[in-house]
């Protein structure tokens, strides 16, 4: 697939609880919640790319749930993606924008995971 280009972080919990007011604990729970949604994450995406409306729908749901937990590549990502659909650009372009998105779950996840425990 592609080369991830984020220069961000990839997940920083403790950023998201002090944004939100939260404890770190919190945080992670979230996270913990938003993993065992990531099957439907990249179902979602999957059906969506035929669907430039349904695309940004997903890109935008996304979008926030990954700020609220610290994500913040993955927040850029579906920024990204939403920004591509909206301005209207080309079938490949958005196709490769949705894979990078897709790989950007994938290094969160593995990354969350980490910290969080399985």
Do not use: C
Not at 31 to 49: G, N, V
Not at 95 to 108: S, T
């Amino acid at each position: 697939m592609g080369t991830r280009v984020m220069a961000l972080p990839v997940f920083d919990p403790d950023g998201a609880a002090s944004h939100l007011g939260l404890r770190r604990e919190d945080i992670l729970e979230l996270t913990k919640m938003f993993l065992q949604d990531i099957p439907s994450w990249r179902e979602s995406f999957a059906e969506a790319a035929i669907n430039t409306e349904q695309l940004r729908t997903a890109s935008h749901r996304l979008k926030g749930e990954a700020a609220n937990i610290g994500a913040q590549a993955l927040r850029t990502a579906a920024y990204n993606l939403e920004q591509a659909v909206l301005n209207g650009f080309d079938r490949v372009a958005v196709e490769e924008i949705r894979l990078l998105l897709l790989e950007e779950l994938d290094v969160f996840a593995r990354e969350a995971q980490l910290i969080t425990g399985p």
